[in-house]
């Protein structure tokens, strides 16, 4: 006979069943409410999350758009800057050459007057005086000089504005180039979008990392930079001015040096002119009254060998007498006529002796005063000639170097000065 198996455990009643059945119908509503909320909360958090994603996305790429539009702004400013500096560098750069060829061009003056004082050193005896040539060629080594410390010293302060001009630009063009590359980045940011196949996440993007700046600070680096480098270029402006009218103040202290010295050397020029026409004057009338000194020393000779054959005469003739007989040797007036005869004549000898012995030395002294006179007209066309060969010489400073040819060799002055075309030249000058 067959028997009914009971599953074991226990037995729920219809009771727990319908209340289970229940609880879960509850269950899903409640579920059902819950994930409706949360759905049209999620609809709502992705319309808002959209809408602030997108309206951020916009305030940024306007920030962006902005902060370009400002740092081009800002790089226009220093590109115009920049370029201000560098038409001042090239500006500094030119007028510091013109310094520097100005101060190369006093080598020549100087040297000029220094072989002048050289040559002049040649003079002999008295006439190595310090005159007033000697005292404006001093006056011109110390102008020339005085000129050239000037002149380096424009050029030295040049030089330093140049190195802080040099420094202002590079300061300007780092300042520049940085800015350059700012704008490519940010332009670069603002052409991204989420579609964009080179974006990715990284790791803490919004680091801050060390050096980085203010709006402020940015703002006042590139403004210290530009008042900086305007602030050179004023300076190096005034420096430029300065230097030219440095320039122009030089050549003109010389040029007046140059024509007051050669103003000196035409008139010591025209003295030794003088002094050599009075000198040759004087030797050409000693000369003459040597030869007349000399003829008349002849005729006091001719003379004197005259008086001699008389007192001869008069000697024998006296002394023939003596021999006359007993009482015809008488003292007569014969005997006192030759007596006298033989003392005027012997005074006469001795007279013209004595005019001859002076004659004799006024002839030596007329010779030795006419070596004298040769001896310092020597000297006198010695430093003609070397004052000519200077006034020469300082023809270099009015002619091209090509132009330039001297017109008397190192050791002998033309002759006939009338046919040098230098002193035709300083007689129209004169």
Known sequence: MATLSLKPGSRFTVTDWHT????????????????????????????????????????????????IDEVEKWRQVLDKCLSEVDAEINALTQIKDEAEQALQAKNVPLDVAIECLTHRESRREIDLVKDPVEDELHKEVEVIEGVRRALQQKISEAFEQLCLLQEARHQLNFDQRSKTETVEIDQTCLSLTRNSPNISLKVDPARVLNGTTTPQEWEQFSRYSKERAEAEVRTSGRLRESISLTIAQTNNECEAQRVALEFAFRKRIHEFERALAELNWQEKNTKEEIEEMEGDIRHLDEDLREKKGSLKLAHTRLETRLHRPNVELCRDQVQYG?????????????????????????????????????????????????????????????????????????????????????????????
């Not at 509503?29 to 909360?41: A, D, G, N, P, V």
């Not at 070397?386 to 132009?403: G, I």
């Not at 040819?405 to 009338?418: I, L, Q, Y």
């Open 338 to 430: 030759l007596t006298d005869e033989v003392h005027q004549i012997e005074g006469t000898i001795a007279a013209l002796k004595e005019k001859l012995a002076q004659s004799q030395n006024a002839l030596d002294a007329l010779y030795k005063h006419l070596a004298r006179i040769e001896v310092d007209t020597k000297w006198k066309q010695n430093s003609l000639n070397l004052d000519n060969r200077c006034l020469d010489t300082r023809r270099k400073l009015t002619l091209p170097p090509e132009k330039y040819v001297a017109t008397s060799d190192m050791f002998n002055r033309t002759a006939n000065r009338n046919l040098s075309p230098l002193k035709n030249q300083q007689l129209e000058i004169a």
């Open 20 to 67: 289970n059945a229940a609880l879960i119908s509850t269950n899903a509503e409640r579920q059902r409410l819950s994930s409706h909320q949360i759905r049209q909360e999620a609809r709502a958090l992705r319309n808002e999350t959209s809408n602030q994603t997108k309206w951020d996305e916009q305030d940024n790429s306007t920030r962006f758009a902005e902060r």
